[in-house]
């Protein structure tokens, strides 16, 4: 079992759908917890940053992480074109420094 | 402030050509990061630097070398690339220890093609 799954999609919502986008992970020594938004042929960018459980918020952006269940979940609520991207989500224990990657989903907005 | 640039932008190779892909970062961060990025694998670390000086292998060291030549650059060698080889590469870096904000910056990437 790969230390991080991510369902890589495609997932296709309408405009204004709330979005839900989920990982799962192995390792119950992870602390910290992200997600990072990727658009086409550009770097990643951090959108949500968590430190163990519980929920963050950040304007249409929600991130909550589920330790006792090891499943972290991104909430996009009124969804726009712009936020057609892939998302990645991405953790890390805090012990040497290094940060594990799921694979990512592709998420497109349909106008 | 630039933040982490990288050059260049797109490469050709043919196989067994050697190539250094350079980055460097203007944060004056501690840590720098090699990743690469293939469709359906996601982002995978290659090497990372925690420190000057200090390099240590990630997931999928084989076939590359780096250099931490100082703070502010790290360079990833292909000494004979393959074809699998491949793919699009990201130089990262952070401030560590982990804070309040655990982020990694990006560069804008390297499209590698080895024929």
């Known amino acids: 079992q790969k230390e991080v799954e991510q369902d890589p999609g495609p997932l296709s919502v309408p405009e204004g759908a709330i979005v839900s986008l989920n990982c799962t992970y192995s390792?119950?020594?992870?602390?910290?917890f992200m997600w990072y938004r990727q658009y086409s042929r550009k770097g990643p960018e951090l959108l949500m940053y968590?430190?163990?459980?519980g929920n963050k918020e950040d304007g249409r952006f929600t991130a909550q992480v589920d330790k006792s269940s090891k499943y972290i979940s991104l909430f996009i609520r009124d969804s726009q074109p712009s936020d057609s991207a892939t998302y990645l989500c991405?953790?890390?224990?805090?012990?040497?420094?290094?940060?594990?990657f799921g694979k990512g989903t592709r998420l497109h907005i349909l106008p | 402030n630039a933040g982490v640039t990288q050059t260049p932008k797109f490469q050709v190779l043919k196989t067994g050509q050697s190539m250094t892909l350079q980055c460097a970062q203007d944060?004056?961060?501690?840590?720098m990061y090699w990743y690469r990025q293939d469709p359906g694998m996601g982002l995978r670390l290659i090497y990372y630097?925690?420190?000057?000086?200090?390099?240590d292998k990630g997931e999928v060291p084989n076939g590359y070398n780096v250099s931490r030549l100082n703070k502010r650059e790290f360079s990833l060698r292909l000494e004979s690339a393959a074809p699998s080889q491949t793919s699009v590469y990201f130089c990262?870096?952070?401030?560590?220890?982990?804070?309040?904000?655990?982020?990694?910056?990006f560069g804008p990437g390297t499209r590698l093609t080895v024929l």
């Open positions: 630097s925690a420190s000057e000086g200090t390099t």
């Open positions: 991405a953790m890390s224990d805090n012990r040497d420094d290094k940060i594990i």
């Open positions: 990262a870096s952070s401030e560590p220890p982990l804070l309040a904000s655990n982020e990694q910056f």
């Open positions: 390792n119950s020594a992870f602390q910290y």
């Open positions: 968590t430190y163990s459980s």
């Open positions: 944060m004056n961060h501690n840590s």
